[in-house]
């Protein structure tokens, strides 16, 4: 009789175990699933915000007088890199809440070069990956240039020659702001003198890219061939 009591209470106390250490070990793989749904939650997050890149981060720029393709490049080129594209025109009008035609109207252009810097700054200065897309004015400015290359080796000039710039821009005239004025007639010479202007900025480049007589995929692949890739 004592010896039955004794197994029962045994049996019963192993049972009790085998079902305390069933319960571990359930919590045990739960306690485990909620770290790793938040682990994997915390990576996408930071994804999300750029965040991962910052050990590999590459800042990549893309200068060049008006119509000569940056934003169109520039946006085939992130989507290539798998990295976020930024317009820096869209950035001024996106933070000022105005078009860059109603900042040079009631603002003024050196208003409009200010907000420039300060953009540039603000983004150079980040902890973001970007392919960018600057202003045709915007290395011409305040030290954007020098800003530009001390943040990275990817600063691309894209050359495009002055015949090509024309057929581009006569239509685009209105949008504008710089040469809404100027008659169709008038832009060779007008393009003319401002690349005088502006070459020498523009000549600071990391690399200089003949656009004219090429794809958007051939410029891509030509700037993609002289990357410098974060190491
Ligand atoms: C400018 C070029 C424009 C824009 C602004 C001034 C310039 O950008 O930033 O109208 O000084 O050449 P895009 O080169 O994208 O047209």
Redesign the pocket.
């Known amino acids: 009789m004592l010896y039955q009591l004794s197994y029962q209470v045994k049996t019963f106390m192993n049972a009790t175990l085998l079902q305390l250490a069933g319960a571990n070990i359930i919590s045990l793989i739960y306690i485990t699933r909620r770290f790793l749904e938040k682990f994997t939650f915390s990576l996408l997050s930071l994804e999300n915000h750029g965040c991962l890149y910052k050990k590999n981060k590459m800042k990549v720029v893309l200068v060049?007088?008006?119509?000569?393709g940056?934003?169109t490049v520039g946006q085939l080129l992130a989507t290539e890199l798998n990295q976020v594209f930024l317009?820096?025109?869209t950035y001024?009008e996106e933070k000022e809440e105005m078009s860059?035609?109603e900042i040079?109207e009631t603002k003024g252009?050196i208003f409009?070069r200010k907000k420039?810097y300060q953009y540039i700054q603000e983004l150079m200065h980040s902890d973001m990956s970007f392919v960018l897309?600057?202003?045709?004015?915007?290395p011409?400015y305040s030290g954007n240039m020098e800003t530009m290359l001390t943040k990275t080796k990817n600063v691309f000039y894209l050359k495009v020659t002055i015949p090509e710039l024309v057929k581009r821009l006569s239509d685009e005239k209105e949008?504008?702001?710089?040469i809404k004025d100027i008659s169709e007639e008038d832009l060779p010479e007008f393009f003319g003198k401002?690349l005088f202007e502006?070459n020498p900025y523009y000549a600071k480049a990391t690399h200089t890219i003949l656009c004219s007589d090429k794809t958007t995929e051939e410029i891509v692949a030509d700037i993609k061939a002289c990357l410098d890739y974060p190491k």
């Open positions: 060049g007088y008006m119509g000569s940056k934003s317009d820096l025109d001024i860059i035609s040079f252009e409009f420039e897309s600057t202003g045709g004015g915007t011409c949008k504008r702001p710089l401002h502006r």
